[in-house]
């Protein structure tokens, strides 16, 4: 099977070496562990086989089945096209892992006599055919995964005796009927994922225990949705594509359920024309397939399918950018002409058909592509001129993450030459504002020409320049330094990630420039400037912060970082917060900035073990020294910010004793005697009165 990380010999089983590959690359596993406690510790079975990511080719061969004592077999991952039907003869087996290959054929009805079978996942693979009635013998299963089933439709397979189950998912299966009523009862239920089929009928009226997340898009069920679908406290459901009546329950969107439309996330992104006239335009789609590959590996293996929808009726079913192109890294466009619109409004609607591979290669890359949107009216717009919102609405494409990164790929010469060809590339990725697609001449008059009294701040990317557009709107432009550390790479993750994010505690991006070598980034414009420079500037920047102030200010990067770590559609860890990197609004409001350096941190993993970046004193020990990376590193910067916020020092200058290199050294490690009124007196701000302080603590408790 072409595993060339082994090296296998007649005592391999009986020590491990040359199956156990302890120094594979990220993301791959080799480990075969046996047990020689047989006959009085004389003989050796194979118990457990995880294989993934490894490449392996070909089909299992037919001895696999004589592996009579394997509990656990796992090759997630991998090239493997087929599996022999003597399988079902490990009566073991506890694990069956082969999601991510290419197998082909039919669902093997053998599986149903592995009785101890607990977890049996086959998800992304090429099957055909229908679920066996076998399955329903395996009733320890507690989680479920088959999708993408080819062939005809079937009814629901009958599973009632799995009282056990945690995760179903039949994703994809050419499934019909209604959902069966028996799953109310299965009280241990945590996830449950039964889109794209042909469901019919209505979701049950009641549910008998809590599900974490559930998902039934893309079917056809009917009625009203039940209350119990937002009353339950999900982290996340999507109903949607299906044809239910009435309106969604008020509680729908805090509870983060989608009943009709798509939302920004990997399965669903929408696009809005705005200030549209009325009439027939032509639209135009660019596509490119970048996050595959072609060199024939398990990276190779990932299906994008998605479909397309314009002002609600579908346009591309099934889409595949890589086949439609001919291969990855190349360009394709779709044009549809006679675009109606009747309001003033064009809506582009982008979603996973529940297709494809969802973790290939890595998982979050299988959602909707897209480079950019063309619109062209198909109609004299006439020489009476029209208002900044409509020119954008119909002239200017509407700009996407993607076509971001294909632009910023080819700039840093990814796509082949590193000569940047057009004089200017610049785009805007709000509709609120007046800026034109000539955006580079209208920052260079709204900064009078980057002039050094408009300059603001200077951080890792470069100056900071205040702004003021035609139409009286404030900006704030980030200008790249050829001097800065900060490259094409953290320009295109800021872009990237704030882009896609939307909060109250987060810094909003209204556009982006490419001219030469030149990168520029627009942002809101924010009066008071860095928390660091109101704690730690000079005395005529600072600012007189209470203690009620400064709560607020905390809370606000608390909220801030919560959404960023559990609330959004993209988990993701900042990895730079520090006073300098949070801005304050007119009215003191924390927002948290910088996010060059920001990361994503994939929804299953423990932790991310990656190159550290970040602040020196502001990093938490485990990311420092091992680059163990998990939203916590943010949670302790948060402490050390907090400890400013409180202190009015800054953690980096304040040295009282030359033993102590940080602020947070002092406070953990000092040697002098106090009591806890003592200690508070020399840790607080002496800009304010402790019995001030004392107050404010006991009526926040209160």
Avoid at 34 to 48: A, G, M, Q, R
Wanted: charge should be negative; include cysteine.
């Amino acid at each position: 099977m072409r595993n060339k990380y082994w090296n296998v010999t007649e005592t391999s089983c009986n020590d491990g070496i040359g199956l156990n590959v302890t120094t594979l690359p990220s993301g791959m596993t080799s480990i075969v562990s046996c047990d020689c406690s047989f006959i009085n510790s004389t003989v050796c079975h194979v118990t457990k086989i995880q294989l993934k990511g490894l490449d392996l080719i070909g089909i299992f061969p037919d001895e696999f089945g004589n592996l009579t004592y394997l509990r656990v077999m796992s090759a997630l991952g991998n090239q493997i096209s087929g599996i022999p039907k003597e399988i079902g003869n490990i009566s073991t087996l506890e694990e069956f892992i082969l999601e991510d290959n290419l197998l082909e054929g039919t669902l093997e009805p053998n599986i149903g006599n592995l009785s101890r079978l607990s977890k049996f996942e086959l998800s992304s693979n090429n099957f055909t055919g229908t679920i066996p009635e076998s399955f329903g013998n395996l009733k320890n299963l507690r989680t479920l995964r088959i999708s993408d089933l080819k062939g005809s439709s079937s009814n629901f397979p009958n599973l009632q005796g799995m009282t056990m189950m945690q995760t179903l998912i039949l994703r994809n299966c050419l499934l019909t009927g209604s959902i069966p009523s028996y799953i109310r009862n299965w009280t241990s239920m945590r996830t449950l994922d039964l889109s794209v089929n042909r469901l019919t009928g209505q979701v049950p009226d009641t549910m008998g225990h809590a599900l974490d997340y559930m998902f039934l898009a893309n079917n056809s069920l009917t009625g009203a949705v039940p209350g119990w679908v937002t009353s339950q406290g999900m982290n996340c459901s999507d109903l949607s594509y299906n044809n239910f009546n009435g309106s969604s329950p008020i509680s729908c969107q805090e509870s983060q359920v989608n009943l009709v439309s798509s939302y920004a996330s990997n399965g669903n992104n929408s696009y809005y024309g705005l200030c549209m006239m009325k009439g027939n335009y032509k639209v135009r789609l660019h596509f490119a397939e970048i996050q595959y590959s072609n060199d024939k590996t398990f990276r190779s293996l990932g299906r994008r399918i998605f479909d397309v929808s314009i002002q609600g009726n579908q346009v591309l079913k099934d889409f595949n950018i890589a086949e439609e192109a001919g291969g990855v890294g190349k360009g394709i466009y779709r044009d549809f002409d006679n675009i109606y619109v009747n309001g003033s409004t064009l809506e582009i609607h982008l979603y996973w058909s529940g297709k494809g591979t969802t973790d290939v290669p890595d998982r979050g890359v299988y959602g909707p592509l897209i480079s950019a949107i063309a619109v062209t009216p198909n109609f004299d717009v006439g020489s009476s001129g029209l208002s900044a919102g409509e020119i954008i609405g119909i002239r200017v494409a509407l700009v996407v993450l993607l076509v971001l990164i294909l632009l910023v790929l080819w700039l840093t010469g990814f796509f082949g030459g590193k000569e940047v060809k057009d004089p200017e590339i610049c785009h805007s990725l709000i509709h609120r504002t007046n800026m034109m697609p000539n955006l580079r001449p209208q920052i260079k008059v709204a900064t009078d020409n980057f002039d050094s009294v408009n300059k603001i701040g200077e951080g890792g990317f470069g100056p900071v320049y205040k702004g003021i557009l035609l139409d009286g709107i404030i900006i704030a432009v980030k200008q790249h330094s050829p001097k800065s550390k900060q490259g094409n790479r953290e320009f295109l993750n800021e872009i990237g990630m704030i882009s896609a994010l939307q909060h109250p505690n987060l810094i909003k991006l209204y556009g982006c420039c490419i001219e030469g070598n030149q990168l520029l980034l627009v942002y809101e414009y924010l009066e008071n400037n860095s928390l660091a420079r109101a704690l730690f500037g000079l005395d005529e920047q600072q600012i007189e912060l209470d203690w009620a102030t400064r709560k607020k200010i905390v809370l606000g990067i608390a909220r801030g970082l919560a959404y960023l770590h559990e609330e959004s559609g993209l988990k993701i860890v900042h990895r730079d917060i520090k006073a300098t990197n949070v801005l304050l609004d007119k009215e003191l409001n924390a927002k948290i900035s910088d996010f060059g350096l920001a990361k994503l941190n994939e929804e299953e993993d423990t932790h991310i073990s990656t190159r550290v970046a970040g602040t020196i004193g502001y990093m938490a020990p485990e990311y420092a020294m091992r680059g163990y990376l998990t939203d916590k590193a943010d949670v302790y910067s948060f402490g050390v910010v907090a400890l400013e916020i409180v202190s009015g020092k800054s953690n980096t200058n304040y040295r009282p004793k030359d033993e102590f290199v940080y602020l947070l050294d002092w406070v953990k490690y000092s040697d002098f005697k106090f009591d806890e009124n003592h200690a508070a007196k020399l840790l607080l701000d002496l800009k304010l009165s402790f019995s001030t302080f004392c107050g404010f603590v006991w009526r926040t408790s209160e």
